[in-house]
């Protein structure tokens, strides 16, 4: 009797997972249905400003003219490009928010659209060498710049270009924050970005290791970028390599010590790219075509304080200064970065350990 | 000399190691508590003023709201899922002679012994091959397959340790394996299914690394969303929702504890 019970609770827990099962077979069948009948797409945003930002600059002109709807995702570029190369056939995104490398990744992949000017008016107006530098399939919108960000408090005379950085850091005038290698951009904004800097490059990482070698005693690392900012505020760091937009973002929420530099070298672009998966709504064209809007990247420039790409914007007064011209940056060679990118990681792994 | 003699010096190493203890364990708590009540837009400690304007900013994100009704649905739902299947499991395996059950019950606590991550990105391209795609039932799912071992390991460990003369007793007394399971069993393994049960619901509503590759516009949960927003914003309303999040799972054990006991639980675990 007893294992007569167990067997019938055995096979219903069985008969309850295959009804599961196949009742998520068909309500998956069922929202996909709805999907392709409905003018919907889903784009991609990062959490917080970020997100604002998209609805209020892009999401909101593109409901407002196509009468179609635009549903965020909130996340990070590696999830979405899981997402779409899991589903290659039915992506269940319509428009991807990228890293150069990622979109890179994507581009050879084959997971995603050319972008064309026949598909996208407003593409005529991006430099082409940010279009070229995801392969065509994609193009950069918004950027920013890897340069030195210090405390006005502690630092009155900053260094100001790389090659200075590292001298005054290694004498230990100042302790430095750079970040580690789990940071995602880091072989572009720090290894990439100083070893050019300091007279190498992509197929020359020497200077930029022996650097820091040379700053070892008074370098702490960032892994995330609260993690920058909290060393800066308390002190455990007087500067470091980071963003611009981040720290003006700082200096508007009232850490008014903050100040920014683009180093005289220039610091590494870090640009955010958009792609189309293929397969995806054909309405995400209308939306990619807003996000290249030069009125709707001028507003969206004004929220997150960095700069954009459409060559007929106009930055406000505020921003004029803050925003560092794409031309004066380091303009990375990401596709080769890629081939050497685990190399780096190792070098890093061996020598930096940290 | 005698009153050195009477110190006893191992009492004093264990107290400063209990203290020394609870505040490495407490004080980072404790910051995230304090800072989640500055008046200032950015993390800094100390603070430099009080305000609670960023526990509202909670409620105003609307991403942070839907994000944690994903996550209460998903974490309820695996629950459920976990006890239907893993229960009935636990049964037939903790009892059987046959020589498959050791290997069917290791297997079905083997998500255990596996990075999440791994299990997360795996299940992202094996059910987007089934057909499910990004979706709350993949979603589900996945966490289901997480949730089933913290269910499995407590039930078995409880009903292993049952005499099998209590069922037997019932039976010859007349009873249905189904009154049997129902006067007799269940009461018994209770404390299982509910430690289990507290396990299982935490360890989906945390959840991350699993979550993470089935966010999107509808299934984002709670991990997932705060992760995007703590990378590209400095303000303290992560720390807010730390707080609130330690406040609830408190009131929380408070209410079970009252309900039910947690020393059942926790002797049942």
């Not at chain 1, 490059?201 to 040379?214: C, H, L, Q, R, Y």
């Not at chain 1, 690392?221 to 909290?230: E, R, T, V, Y």
Request: net charge neutral; glycine share 8%.
């Amino acid at each position: 009797m007893t294992n007569l019970t167990r067997r019938t609770f055995l096979g219903a827990g069985t008969a309850l997972g295959t009804s599961f099962v196949t009742g998520g077979l068909i309500t998956g069948g069922l929202s996909r249905t709805a999907y392709a009948q409905s003018a919907e797409i889903t784009v991609t945003a990062f959490g917080g400003v970020w997100e604002k930002a998209v609805r209020d600059c892009f999401v909101a002109p593109f409901e407002a003219k196509t009468h179609d709807k635009a549903n965020v995702s909130l996340g990070d570029p590696a999830q979405w490009l899981a997402q779409v190369e899991a589903n290659p056939a039915r992506p269940p995104l319509d428009v991807l928010i990228m890293t150069p490398d990622l979109a890179l990744s994507a581009a050879k992949a084959g997971l995603v659209d050319d972008f064309t000017v026949d598909k996208l008016p407003n593409l005529a107006k991006i430099p082409k060498e940010l279009t070229d530098s995801v392969m065509g399939k994609g193009t950069i919108f918004d950027y920013g710049v890897g340069g030195i960000t210090y405390n006005k408090k502690t630092v009155s005379n900053p260094p100001k270009s790389f090659a200075e950085f590292v001298d005054r850091v290694s004498s230990g005038e100042f302790v430095a924050s750079v970040p580690s290698i789990s940071y995602a951009v880091t072989p572009i904004m720090l290894i990439w970005a100083m070893a050019k800097a300091l007279g190498g490059g992509v197929d020359n990482v020497d200077p930029f290791f022996k650097a820091m070698a040379k700053m070892k005693d008074n370098l702490v690392f960032w892994g995330s970028p609260n993690d920058f900012f909290n060393q800066l505020s308390s002190g455990e760091a007087d500067l470091g390599v980071y963003f611009d937009g981040r720290t003006w973002n700082h200096y508007d929420s009232g850490a008014t010590w903050i100040d920014f530099l683009n180093p005289e070298e220039g610091g590494a672009l870090n640009g955010v790219a958009v792609q189309k998966p293929k397969n995806a709504n054909p309405a995400a064209w209308a939306y990619l075509n807003e996000i290249l809007d030069a009125g709707n990247q001028a507003k969206f420039a004004e929220i997150l304080n960095y700069g954009v790409t459409n060559t007929d914007v106009v930055y406000s007064d505020k921003l004029k200064p803050r925003v560092t011209p794409w031309q004066k940056t380091s303009f990375p060679p990401y596709e080769q970065i890629a081939k050497v990118r685990n190399e780096w990681v190792d070098r890093w792994n061996r020598e930096i350990g940290r | 000399m005698s009153m050195v003699r009477r110190i006893d010096w191992s009492f004093f190493a264990l107290l400063a190691f209990v203290v020394v203890f609870f505040v490495f364990m407490l004080a980072p708590i404790l910051v995230v508590v304090i800072v989640s009540f500055t008046s200032a837009g950015f993390i800094a400690f100390p603070v430099p003023g009080w305000s609670t304007k960023w526990f509202a900013h909670i409620f105003q994100y609307k991403p942070f709201v839907d994000a944690l009704i994903v996550s209460i649905e998903i974490a309820i739902g695996a629950t459920i899922l976990a006890g239907l299947l893993g229960v009935p499991a636990c049964l037939f395996l903790a009892r059987s002679r046959s020589r498959w059950a050791g290997a069917v019950m290791t297997f079905l606590l083997s998500p255990l012994s596996m990075p999440m991550i791994v299990i997360g990105f795996a299940s992202l391209f094996f059910l987007s091959f089934l057909g499910f795609g990004v979706s709350f039932a993949a979603l589900l799912i996945t966490h289901t397959v997480v949730c089933l071992p913290y269910l499995v390991r407590t039930v078995a460990g409880v009903y292993a340790g049952l005499p099998r003369s209590y069922e037997e007793s019932a039976s010859i007394l007349g009873a249905g394996p189904l009154r049997v399971f129902w006067h007799v069993t269940l009461p018994l393994i209770r404390p299982g299914i509910m430690a289990g049960s507290l396990f299982s619901f935490l360890t989906s509503f945390d959840n991350l690394p699993i979550s993470y590759f089935f966010g999107s516009a509808s299934t984002n949960t709670l991990p997932v969303v705060m992760l995007s927003y703590m990378e590209n914003q400095f303000d303290p309303t992560i720390a807010a929702l730390s707080t609130l999040q330690m406040a609830l799972a408190v009131v929380g054990l408070i209410v079970v504890d009252r309900i039910y006991g947690i020393d059942k639980m926790t002797v049942a675990a």
